[in-house]
């Protein structure tokens, strides 16, 4: 757990002024403060949580899928990442911040923001990596993070605000946004009768890139894995359908079908060159292939937009 991570990247959510970092709390210029909390992560929101964030019980189903049902997909983010060698990671709509922690397991040098609108979800990360600053903060408000504060940005199953994201990230930054296929735990959608999937999500997502962003590298990752009860249940209670209650599971299986994009930020000083400090391993021009992995019942739903360009809603 360390909010140091983030020393010289947070502003105020108030004024956007730079925030100095002390032990117990987050002040601006302007005389702004915001407390630590005991847990050690920053609640940015300047507001309550919105009802449907994800609460601390979504969170524990969460954190044993990850760690069990959903590794290869933890796997494939955190070597998507590693491969761009960045420094600094910020995880948009991070949950338990697992993602996050094998990024910087993988990166020994880099340090990570992780960014959630869920305190309770903010709670948890704080302690899941030294090397990790955990921040309560709304995607759709745009992240209360200094211009081209980092140089890669997850986003997994979560809110994209691409317009904020750009702002973000430095000349030649990465995005890596990680979606689910249509085959994506069909079998206990049909099953349960669980939330659809947004079918036009590829869509709105390329259509969001305009200008923005360019495609790098895509992995696509399909396996049909048995589960059981117990991690049925969980891959339904982490989910937006936990809000609609949580069905009695038996043993089945669980279709992984997700896929994981990079894209570089477009931008007057990023057209010419990649201009990330390369270490061990590269991007190279992956095209989709099929191998392993989980993920997730839904992605979050967007919600409303304060920052220039986003993506509208799914319609479901
Ligand atoms: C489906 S979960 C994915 C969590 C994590 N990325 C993972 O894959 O394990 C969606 C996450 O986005 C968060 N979220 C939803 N709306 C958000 C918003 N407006 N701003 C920031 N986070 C948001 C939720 O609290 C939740 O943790
Ligand atoms: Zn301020």
Redesign the pocket.
């Known amino acids: 757990m360390s909010l140091q991570a983030a020393a010289g990247l947070l502003t105020c959510p108030l004024c956007r002024g730079l925030l100095e970092l002390g032990p117990t709390t987050a002040r601006c210029p302007a005389g702004h403060s915001f407390d630590v909390a005991r847990q050690g992560y920053l609640n940015l929101l300047a507001g309550p949580q919105?009802r449907n964030?994800?609460s601390a019980t979504m969170?524990q189903a969460?954190s044993r899928v990850?760690g069990g049902l959903y590794v290869d997909v933890v796997a494939l983010v955190a070597r998507t990442v590693a491969a761009t060698g960045a420094r600094a990671v910020v995880?948009?709509?991070?949950?338990?911040g697992?993602?996050l922690a094998a990024v910087l397991d993988a990166l020994p040098d880099a340090v990570g923001i992780a960014?959630?609108?869920?305190v309770a979800?903010s709670r948890r990360a704080a302690a899941a990596h030294p090397r990790l600053a955990s921040i309560t903060?709304?995607?759709?408000r745009g992240l209360p993070l200094r211009d081209g504060a980092v140089d890669a940005l997850t986003c997994?199953?979560?809110?994209r605000n691409m317009s904020d994201f750009s702002r973000l990230l430095a000349p030649g930054g990465r995005l890596v946004v990680?979606t689910p296929e249509p085959g994506h735990l069909r079998t206990l959608r049909a099953s349960y009768g669980l939330l659809d999937l947004d079918r036009d999500k590829d869509l709105r997502l390329e259509q969001s890139l305009d200008g923005l962003f360019e495609p790098v590298t895509s992995e696509r990752l399909t396996r049909t894995v048995d589960a059981s009860a117990d991690q049925v249940a969980d891959v339904i209670a982490?989910?937006?359908n936990a809000f609609h209650g949580a069905p009695v599971t038996g043993a089945g299986r669980v279709e992984i079908d997700v896929t994981c994009r990079t894209y570089r930020r477009l931008g007057p000083d990023s057209e010419s060159a990649d201009d990330l400090p390369h270490r061990e391993g590269h991007e190279d021009e992956r095209g989709p292939s099929v191998d392993a992995v989980p993920p997730?019942l839904?992605?979050?739903s967007p919600?409303r937009g304060h920052h220039g360009r986003q993506e509208q809603p799914p319609g479901r």
């Open positions: 919105p964030a994800d969170l969460r990850l995880d948009a709509g991070a949950g338990t697992q993602y960014s959630d609108v869920s979800a903060a709304d995607t759709w997994i199953f979560a809110p990680v982490m989910g937006p997730d839904a992605e979050a919600g």
